[in-house]
């Protein structure tokens, strides 16, 4: 099953049961109708997107085995989807297709390349999630979820349920990625989200999302509050001002890289897929390695996430790096 290109490693028939680390990446894939310019009298072209839907393609561009599990729908746009997915190598057989549309954003642009984002979810492909495996990938080593797939119905249950039956079996892996405008009720979601932080070995969290979830808290205080309840890893991240990361034992803050910004779209989601092929370059996929993480071990796996989140800053869309174009940035 396994191959190399390019000096990476690359996987063939995920479901062969050959001892390769699988991550499922449960969630969403949706198009992007993202602005060509700051101000929209220039048009909209249609990217592919969505949060965990990145994540797998970062996850497989920096030479790791990822599948997404989500739906993606059967028209020309879910098309697209599938198409982007598997030509990165993310393995499509947790993927369950649908009559419902694609789910769409409308992404604006500030001048500074900052994202504004429109969400047109209503009776689409996001707004429901397959409950993926067991068995039909032998070697599933972590699941990863959040974005929409936490907010909407009936997606949000059947990713609790999920992370619930997997829990203490592999790794999970959280990145709330709130998007306050399609949030019903505020109690309930914060009620879930932390059922799910409790879930959770690693949870990568933005301060912009801490600010929206806990007003006037400062973020540290929160990760803190969260490694109390179950996470082995909490990462804060603050764009351009790097990132913290806390085990009970550790504290590291890493800067970010100084990069001309094209925009921001996928960022965050590259952050988490850099942190999470770090852990499965090096053998950590599990929590009780994730727990042991020596300060060195947390500086290098943050640095390489961030290096892989500002290479993405620097091209339009959510266009992750590969391997060899962090490493090489790094030296």
């Known amino acids: 099953g396994l191959r190399r290109v390019d000096g990476l490693r690359r996987v063939d028939g995920l479901r062969r049961g050959d001892g390769v680390p699988v991550i499922v990446v449960l969630g969403e894939a949706l198009v992007d109708l993202v602005a060509v310019a700051p101000g929209a009298a220039a048009g909209y072209r249609a990217l592919a997107g969505g949060g ?26 879910g098309a697209l989807l599938a198409a982007h997915l598997a030509g990165d190598g993310v393995d499509l057989g947790q993927a369950a297709r649908t009559e419902l ?12 390349g900052d994202a504004a984002y ?7 492909s996001a707004s429901d999630v397959a409950s993926p495996f067991p068995g039909a990938l032998a070697d599933v080593t972590a699941v990863h979820t959040g974005s929409l797939a936490i907010a909407l119905e009936p997606s949000a249950t059947t990713v609790e349920a999920v992370l619930a039956r997997e829990r203490g079996r592999r ?13 019903g009720d505020r109690d309930t979601y914060l009620a879930r989200l932390d059922r799910l932080v409790a879930a959770a070995d690693v949870v990568k969290v933005s301060v912009e999302d801490l600010a929206w979830l806990h007003p006037g808290v400062a973020a540290e205080d929160v990760a803190s509050a969260w490694l109390d309840r179950g996470p082995a890893l909490v990462v804060v991240t603050a764009g351009e001002h790097g990132a913290v990361g806390r085990t009970a034992a550790e504290r590291v803050v890493v800067p970010a890289l100084d990069v001309d910004v ?3 779209i996928g960022a965050g989601d590259t952050f988490t897929a850099g942190l999470l092929a770090w852990l499965d370059h090096e053998d950590r996929l599990e929590r ?18 961030a290096t892989a989140a500002a290479l993405t800053c620097t091209r339009a869309g959510a266009d992750p790096p590969r391997r060899a174009e962090v490493e090489a940035r790094l030296g």
């Open 52 to 77: 965990p839907m990145n994540t797998a393609v970062g996850l497989a561009r920096l030479g790791s085995a990822a599948a997404f599990a989500g739906r993606l729908s059967t028209d020309a746009f």
């Open 101 to 112: 549309p694609t789910t769409l954003a409308v992404v604006d642009l500030g001048p500074g």
């Open 118 to 124: 429109t969400f047109y979810t209503e009776g689409t």
């Open 171 to 183: 790794l999970i892996s959280l990145d709330p990625n709130v998007r306050p405008a399609l949030i």
């Open 262 to 264: 094209v925009d921001t």
């Open 288 to 305: 009780a390695a994730v727990v042991s993480l020596t300060a060195d071990d947390l500086e290098r796996a943050l640095a390489f996430a």
